[in-house]
């Protein structure tokens, strides 16, 4: 990995956080002051009015192959609901900021929209925290209190460890992961239990695979990007 990409991927890490779950890295205090995402908006930037827009923009996280066949979740003023039945075990949501670590500092952008579709072992063991979080938000809840709440849900093992296999893929063109990473790269993530970037050969010169850690939620979370948006179409090479 030449110093262009490795620069790329650090920055990416810290760019995507989260949109897809990654976790942001830490700003100086001078920086943080002038976030501009301090607090929550309301709640209507947040959602979508058309669901049916929700369901077409979160079934573009996959190849339709897979994304056809898949369940798919809006988000509520209370939650995430089923939109419409799966069959093939993937489930497709759009996540917002909030569905990443609390020290994302776009946590409150009311702009992200990353549509993401996982598998069923992802669904099982990643998905919990997601719906989770949004349940929180939607209640009032401060990043405090969110962290607090699931850090607390974890250590009483009322929220799983990720299983082995567990997975999703973020292909979407449309996806709206941050202010300074728009739509990105499309790529697929791997969700580990505990800190395991060097067990995966992560974030070393040459390894396709960056990680980032997240310990509010017990896991690390590797990505690969890949060649192809979820239509087929080419998308922007590693090395741009």
């Not at 909030?98 to 099982?124: G, H, M, Y």
């Not at 739509?183 to 040459?206: E, I, R, T, Y």
């Amino acid at each position: 990995m030449n110093t262009k990409r490795m620069s790329l991927g650090t920055i990416a890490l810290s760019a995507v956080a989260l949109l897809v779950t990654l976790p942001a890295a830490r700003q100086a205090p001078a920086q943080e002051a002038k976030a501009p995402y301090a607090t929550m908006a309301p709640v209507e930037q947040y959602l979508m009015a058309d669901h049916d827009a929700e369901i077409a923009l979160a079934r573009t996280a996959a190849p339709k192959s897979i994304s056809d066949g898949a369940e798919v979740l809006v988000l509520g003023r209370d939650g995430y609901t089923t939109a419409a039945k799966g069959e093939n075990g993937f489930v497709c949501l759009v996540e917002r900021a909030f569905a990443a670590s609390t020290d994302f500092s776009e946590f409150w952008n009311p702009k992200n929209r990353s549509p993401i579709c996982l598998n069923a072992a992802a669904v099982r063991t990643h998905l919990p925290f997601v719906e989770m979080k949004a349940k929180l938000v939607l209640a009032g809840k401060s990043k405090a209190e969110i962290a607090e709440a699931v850090t607390s849900a974890l250590a009483n093992k009322e929220l799983p460890s990720p299983e082995p296999g567990a997975m999703c893929y973020m292909m979407s063109k449309q996806q709206y992961l941050n202010d300074g990473a728009r739509n990105w790269h499309p790529h697929m993530m791997w969700f580990v239990p505990g800190d395991a970037a060097k067990s995966w050969g992560a974030n070393l010169p040459g390894s396709t695979v960056m990680a980032a850690n997240d310990p509010e939620e017990g896991m690390t979370i590797m990505m690969v990007w890949v060649d192809h948006w979820s239509d087929g179409t080419p998308a922007p090479g590693a090395m741009e």
